[in-house]
């Protein structure tokens, strides 16, 4: 009920998408969706009221925080304002929220509720990237942040070593380096890949090549918002022989190499998973 004791509206979810670099870039229609949802849901409640300075628009609702520290218990509470008819916007600092942002929980409660749920479609970092590294974009997936500890990177890494969709990552600047690191061991140092940095920006950089050679270029220290593109794997695409991997192992542990780093260091030159290389050596 209203509080004229009236019957209120149907509630509605709307997931805006906000710029990940210049702000013209977003939908036209954001101006207006600010002023009129009763609720506004903001990552950044600071963020959002510059981007609304920029947009020329006056937010009309109640604005409230919505980050990973709150997400669970907010959601709760805003699911109610959805019960009780009104409108909450989900704006996040950039891109559309349920991407790596706050968004999927609310979402997935309003689902259920059958409350409707819609979007205002605007940039996306995912998207942007992939249409710029001049990868295959035919089939993608989207895989967010790699692990920060380096032995779940690892494992995460190798269970993706034969995807064969192009694959979209997120990294923060001061990992970037390990990360790249980790992948060229993944999936091969000549792995094609794309590091896209500061996209839309001014200072908007895209580095192609082979994920050895960018990662080498990164242990430098890079800047900026990150998102990288990565080939997926073909499979017999130029790779030698398995025989011929096996007798490399043995050379290099002729050599007084441990068996386990000649594995490691083989398979990374071939572009093959390190578990594939390993089954075939001890099979012979």
Same mark, same amino acid.
């Not at 929980?105 to 409707?116: F, M």
């Given at each position: 009920?209203?509080?004229?004791?009236?019957?209120?509206?149907?509630?509605?979810?709307?997931?805006?998408?906000?710029?990940?670099?210049?702000?013209?870039?977003?939908?036209?229609?954001?101006?207006?969706?600010?002023?009129?949802?009763? $609720? @506004?849901?903001?990552? +950044?409640?600071?963020?959002?009221? #510059?981007? &609304?300075?920029? =947009?020329?628009?006056?937010?009309? !609702? %109640? $604005? @409230?925080?919505?980050? +990973?520290?709150?997400?669970?218990? #907010?959601? &709760?509470?805003? =699911?109610?304002?959805?019960?009780? !008819? %009104?409108? @909450?916007?989900?704006?996040?600092?950039?891109?559309?929220?349920?991407?790596?942002?706050?968004?999927?929980?609310?979402?997935?409660?309003?689902?259920?509720?059958?409350?409707?749920?819609?979007?205002?479609?605007?940039?996306?970092?995912?998207?942007?990237?992939?249409?710029?590294?001049?990868?295959?974009?035919?089939?993608?997936?989207?895989?967010?942040?790699?692990?920060?500890?380096?032995?779940?990177?690892?494992?995460?890494?190798?269970?993706?070593?034969?995807?064969?969709?192009?694959?979209?990552?997120?990294?923060?600047?001061?990992?970037?380096?390990?990360?790249?690191?980790?992948?060229?061991?993944?999936?091969?140092?000549?792995?094609?890949?794309?590091?896209?940095?500061?996209?839309?920006?001014?200072?908007?950089?895209?580095?192609?090549?082979?994920?050895?050679?960018?990662?080498?270029?990164?242990?430098?220290?890079?800047?900026?918002?990150?998102?990288?593109?990565?080939?997926?794997?073909?499979?017999?695409?130029?790779?030698?022989?398995?025989?011929?991997?096996?007798?490399?192992?043995?050379?290099?542990?002729?050599?007084?190499?441990?068996?386990?780093?000649?594995?490691?260091?083989?398979?990374?030159?071939?572009?093959?998973?390190?578990?594939?290389?390993?089954?075939?050596?001890?099979?012979?």
């Amino acid at each position: 009920m209203g509080e004229d004791g009236g019957v209120r509206d149907e509630g509605k979810l709307v997931l805006a998408g906000a710029p990940i670099g210049r702000v013209g870039d977003v939908s036209p229609r954001l101006r207006e969706a600010l002023e009129s949802a009763d $609720v @506004v849901a903001a990552e +950044d409640t600071r963020r959002l009221r #510059r981007l &609304a300075a920029e =947009l020329d628009a006056e937010i009309g !609702g %109640r $604005v @409230v925080s919505y980050y +990973d520290a709150n997400e669970a218990g #907010r959601a &709760a509470e805003l =699911l109610e304002e959805l019960r009780d !008819g %009104r409108t @909450v916007l989900i704006i996040t600092d950039a891109g559309m929220p349920g991407v790596s942002d706050p968004g999927y929980r609310l979402t997935r409660l309003a689902v259920e509720a059958g409350i409707p749920v819609t979007s205002l479609p605007g940039p996306s970092a995912v998207t942007t990237a992939l249409a710029v590294s001049g990868l295959p974009s035919d089939r993608f997936c989207f895989e967010g942040f790699p692990p920060r500890k380096a032995g779940e990177r690892a494992r995460r890494l190798e269970a993706l070593a034969e995807e064969e969709r192009t694959m979209v990552f997120f990294e923060a600047p001061h990992r970037l380096g390990a990360s790249l690191e980790a992948m060229a061991g993944a999936f091969g140092a000549e792995r094609p890949a794309a590091v896209c940095r500061e996209l839309t920006k001014t200072y908007e950089e895209v580095r192609r090549g082979g994920l050895g050679e960018l990662a080498e270029w990164a242990a430098g220290g890079v800047k900026g918002e990150i998102t990288v593109v990565v080939a997926g794997h073909v499979p017999g695409a130029g790779s030698p022989a398995v025989e011929d991997l096996v007798a490399e192992v043995a050379r290099r542990t002729e050599t007084g190499v441990s068996r386990k780093q000649a594995i490691a260091e083989v398979a990374k030159a071939a572009g093959i998973p390190k578990r594939d290389l390993y089954e075939a050596v001890h099979r012979d």
